[in-house]
């Protein structure tokens, strides 16, 4: 099988990237220069007209939206255990998926450009204290989730891995991330993993090459 995903720094495209080294999985990955707005060139766009990562392309056919890697990262390689067996607990880390793609990334997107969100002259700081307000309520149902556990579910799965990088996201543009105990302490958690460190250093060595 020939698995591709397509990434680029900092963005969800972190959640595959691990799940993916999580499995296993043989796979390679195509950075993205968005500085360059290389989602924007015909090539990316044929792959994906959406012009987002993350997008996998596995024998040629390409796969967009998240949740969907989950389940097809978590099916194709079962050994790994990344999602739950029991239907009722698959369906719940798929919600928590879905919940992160969609009821967090929007939040993420309007601090980081709150100008997409509104262009009315001036809304800049009244969407980006939305977008925390947002955050606040979605952070601390997390950490209720998190209360007296090491992982959303059982053991690490790729619910954890999207929960990882939504908190990683917030942290990054200046929300303070800390202020949830638990999610504090899972955060620590999952930033040790191997799988997690592994995309650390390919983000860092991509950031430096798109530097030179
Ligand atoms: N619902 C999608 C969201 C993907 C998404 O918004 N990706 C952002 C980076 S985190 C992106 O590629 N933005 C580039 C663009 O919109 O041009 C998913 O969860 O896979």
Redesign the pocket.
């Known amino acids: 099988m020939d698995i591709v995903l397509y990434y ?1 720094p900092h ?3 972190l959640v595959p990237f691990v799940a993916l080294n999580e499995a296993g999985a043989a796979f390679r990955v195509e950075a993205l220069n ?1 500085r360059k707005k290389q ?2 060139s015909e090539d990316y766009l044929r792959l994906n007209p ?5 997008l996998l392309v596995v024998d040629g056919k390409p796969l ?4 969907a ?1 989950h389940v097809w990262i978590a099916r194709t390689f079962p050994q790994a255990g990344l999602m739950p067996e029991d239907p009722w607990m698959f369906a719940q880390a798929v919600s928590v998926a879905s919940w992160c ?2 009821g967090i ?1 929007h939040y ?2 309007a601090i980081n450009s709150p100008l997409k969100s509104c262009d009315a002259p001036g809304s800049e700081d009244s969407v980006k204290r939305l977008a925390h307000a947002g955050l606040d309520e979605n952070f601390a149902i997390a950490d209720r989730m998190l209360a007296g556990r090491e992982f959303l579910f059982d053991r690490f799965s790729t619910a954890d891995a999207h929960l990882f990088w939504c908190l990683r ?1 917030a942290g990054q543009l200046s929300y303070d991330v800390d202020r949830w105990k638990n999610c504090k302490s899972f955060f620590g958690r999952i930033s040790e993993r191997p799988s997690v460190q592994n995309v650390f250093n390919f983000e860092k060595e991509t950031l430096a090459r798109f530097a030179s």
């Not at 959406?50 to 993350?54: D, E, F, T, Y």
């Not at 967009?64 to 949740?67: A, D, H, I, L, R």
Request: hydrophobic share 35%.
């Open positions: 680029a963005t969800c495209a968005f989602q924007m959406r012009h987002k990562v993350p967009t939206e998240n949740p890697m793609a969609s990334h993420l997107s996201r």
